[in-house]
């Protein structure tokens, strides 16, 4: 895995991108490696173009301050010879009191080189599997000074979660659980726990 890093600042603004680039050692990962890294560069371009910003922009050292800003950072949560799971977290201000904080999730399976629902994954065909599955997350959800107003809840089509060897991660964005002040929201659900209630499908 090579990661590529882009830092500009340009005009009104500043990015900091960071995104794996996968390598592949033979013919067998090369169909899977160039499915991942064609999803990851599109959904990067899109974000960097939402902006105005590309990777040839010219450096603007000399501005102290800019008017907006893209960050993205990820977390390769499982990289093996099954599964990949990434998770990227984005912060984008384009102006106004705050900017955003959200989540974009990718989950391969090797052999398919094809993205992976939570359906894949998890049991959630039946009504009582989901209801299950959110009773989880509130068990596994951390309020700290009752800051957050609403309960997890999330439904079989949620797209924020990753895996990691241990447990699967719910991802929550700002203002999906409550007030902004709260921040994000991330919940960790042991395998065990998924595997003992009959969800586990991996």
């Known amino acids: 895995m090579h990661e590529r890093k882009i830092s500009k600042r340009i005009k009104d603004g500043l990015f ?3 995104y794996p ?3 592949y050692s033979g013919n067998n ?3 899977v490696c160039d499915s991942i890294n064609s999803n990851i560069k599109s959904f990067v371009n899109s974000l960097m173009k939402e902006m ?3 990777e040839n922009c010219e450096f603007k050292l000399e501005r102290k301050s800019c008017g907006r800003e893209l960050k993205i950072d990820y977390n390769l949560d499982v990289f093996d010879k ?5 998770r990227f977290t984005i912060y984008s201000y384009q102006g106004g009191a705050h900017g955003l904080t959200y989540y974009k999730c990718f ?10 629902k939570l359906s894949d994954l998890l049991y959630l065909k039946q009504k009582k ?3 299950v599955l959110n009773k989880l997350l509130v068990k596994y959800f951390e309020n700290p000074d009752q800051c957050f107003s609403e309960m997890p809840s999330i439904t079989p089509d949620f797209e924020f979660f990753s895996y990691q060897n241990d447990s699967f991660i719910f991802s929550f964005s700002d203002n999906s659980l409550g007030d902004y002040v709260c ?6 659900i042991p395998l065990w726990e998924l595997k003992q209630n009959g969800l586990l499908r991996l």
């Open 16 to 18: 900091n991108v960071k």
């Open 52 to 54: 105005d910003f590309n």
């Open 183 to 188: 921040g994000t929201a991330e919940i960790k």
């Open 129 to 131: 599997e989901l209801q």
């Open 107 to 116: 989950n391969f399976s090797v052999q398919r080189a094809e993205q992976l």
């Open 21 to 23: 680039e996968l390598k």
């Open 29 to 31: 990962s090369q169909k």
């Open 82 to 86: 099954d599964y990949i799971s990434a």
